[in-house]
């Protein structure tokens, strides 16, 4: 994909999730407790490095996540692949599916906003994600994640285990892969498992630069003011080598 293809592609993968970011922006300053459903959506884009290597970076918007407002975040995760397939090749849009284990290590930057005031939190972190194909192509992904946070001055460590299946599929032409994915969370300063992510959705991959992932997801959180939350999610997934070589 080239030349005015390749820019149209990402022009619209930009509006798409800039329309949901200024959908979500009045929701977010509600401060409301209690059952909440909310729109969510994302803008990655990965660069190959080299043949093992590579940085994503992120943009987010979320409300209602950890409390009643909204969240921006952005960050970039930098990760190295190991133990390859090998026979078990999927073809993937997504380089990382090709491998048995991903280590990552990263920072993100949140801006929390609360009516005319905001508050700010700095995280880093590091992940290992084994993965496995296993009969009829199903591939089985576990990401485990410590999280080194200092929000509004205050430290806290969160560990984060989350269990993805998937299975892609071509109907005719289109290619899509559905999967369930479930997130547990350790919150150090509660002291308790006090967070679950469950997530259902639909990634929907084009050649090989890019992936529309919409999902819904259902949290459960003991510690947050939004609890119960339900979650309508668009994601944009852009992959780029560096040097452009697509």
């Known amino acids: 994909m080239k030349g005015v293809g390749r820019q149209g592609l990402v022009r619209s993968a930009l509006l798409v999730v800039t329309l949901l970011f200024v959908a979500q922006s009045g929701a977010a300053q509600s401060g409301n407790t209690g059952p909440s459903t909310q729109a969510w959506g994302a803008l990655n884009a990965s660069f190959e490095l080299s043949e093992k290597t590579r940085i994503t970076a992120i943009l987010e918007k979320h409300n209602g996540e950890e409390g009643a407002y909204?969240?921006?975040?952005?960050?970039?995760?930098?990760?190295?692949?190991k133990k390859r397939f090998g026979q078990h090749l999927r073809g993937d849009v997504d380089k990382e599916n090709e491998y048995n284990l991903i280590l990552g290590a990263g920072y993100e930057f949140i801006r929390t906003n609360q009516n005319a005031s905001s508050k700010y939190e700095h995280r880093l972190l590091l992940q290992a994600t084994p993965k496995y194909v296993f009969a009829l192509g199903f591939l089985a992904q576990d990401r485990n994640r410590v999280e080194f946070r200092w929000n509004a001055g205050t430290y806290n460590f969160r560990y984060r285990n989350r269990l993805t299946i998937d299975r892609p599929f071509k109907i005719g032409k289109v290619r899509l892969s559905p999967y369930a994915a479930g997130e547990l969370f350790w919150d150090r300063n509660h002291h308790s498992w006090n967070e679950t992510?469950?997530?259902f959705g639909v990634q929907w991959p084009y050649k090989k630069i890019f992936m529309l992932n919409t999902y819904f997801l259902h949290q459960n959180c003991s510690t947050c003011s939004s609890n119960p939350l339900n979650v309508a999610g668009l994601t944009a997934n852009l992959y780029f080598d560096w040097p452009m070589k697509r």
């Open 197 to 199: 992510q469950y997530a």
């Open 70 to 81: 909204g969240q921006e975040k952005i960050g970039a995760v930098f990760s190295y692949r």
